[in-house]
């Protein structure tokens, strides 16, 4: 995608520190996404995010659908996306959370560029 500069697959939104595939504890396996946003502006990254996902099925912590926002303003533009997404599935309730960015631990090389590895 233009504007995206990198991508990690990670742990995040958990309470315990260093969580592993194995040790996933309470945290949620994430992508943290690098990118220009003078070329990606933040709502474009998710509306893309919301094409390639169903959240309308509630998941246990590790694979739960999840936006971690930085400010207030990402904050609005996920409430938003998460609004579009229930109109255009025609629901009343999605499961996604929206939360504010915590910690994020890189997970073990192997998760990184999976599908380029694995297809």
Do not use: C
Request: proline letters at 4%.
């Amino acid at each position: 995608m233009d504007g995206v500069i990198r991508t990690v697959v990670g742990y995040t939104g958990g309470e315990e520190k260093n969580p592993t595939y194995r040790r996933i504890k309470d945290a949620t396996e994430s992508i943290l996404i690098e990118y220009d946003p003078d070329i990606m502006p933040y709502e474009d990254i998710l509306v893309e995010w919301s094409r390639m996902h169903s959240p309308i099925s509630k998941r246990k912590t590790q694979y739960r659908s999840a936006i971690f926002y930085a400010d207030e303003e990402q904050k609005k533009i996920a409430e938003e996306t998460v609004k579009a997404m229930k109109s255009a599935l025609g629901v009343s309730k999605v499961f996604t959370g929206i939360e504010p960015v915590s910690a994020f631990y890189r997970a073990e090389e192997y998760h990184q560029n999976y599908l380029n590895k694995y297809r």
